[in-house]
């Protein structure tokens, strides 16, 4: 059974930074792609960044790229967001997701299995 657990998030100030982790156990992910999304009050899950578990290949959204960093560390089988700049568009509750195969998506009904998410809440 596939789980992802997410743990990280938090309140931090407009500016600051926040590494969120997601731990992936079950299987094997070497044939998965790895995503964050995340959703605001009112609005509609959106993509934030990818990984391809082997290889490494990423992907950002536009509106994160330049501050936020996706990373895995095979041996601990999870992987990392770390934010930086952040701001207060940024909040959101964050998602890990998994998607079998190496073509990365964008789209939310892309992913196979979802962790519960957490809060990142930035204020100003």
């Known amino acids: 059974q596939v789980q992802l657990v997410e743990s990280g998030g938090g309140l931090v100030q407009a500016g600051g930074s926040v590494r969120l982790s997601c731990a992936a156990s079950?299987?094997?992910?070497?044939?998965?792609?790895m995503g964050w999304l995340r959703q605001a009050p009112g609005k509609e899950r959106e993509f934030v960044a990818a990984i391809r578990w082997i290889g490494g290949g990423t992907y950002y959204a536009d509106s994160v790229t330049g501050r936020f960093t996706i990373s895995r560390d095979n041996a601990k089988n999870t992987v990392y967001l770390q934010m930086n700049s952040l701001k207060p568009g940024d909040t959101a509750v964050y998602y890990c997701?998994?998607?079998?195969?190496?073509?990365?998506?964008?789209?939310?009904?892309?992913?196979?299995?979802w962790g519960q998410g957490t809060q990142v809440t930035v204020s100003s």
């Open positions: 079950g299987r094997s992910f070497s044939s998965y792609t």
């Open positions: 997701a998994a998607r079998l195969g190496l073509l990365t998506t964008r789209r939310s009904d892309g992913y196979d299995y």
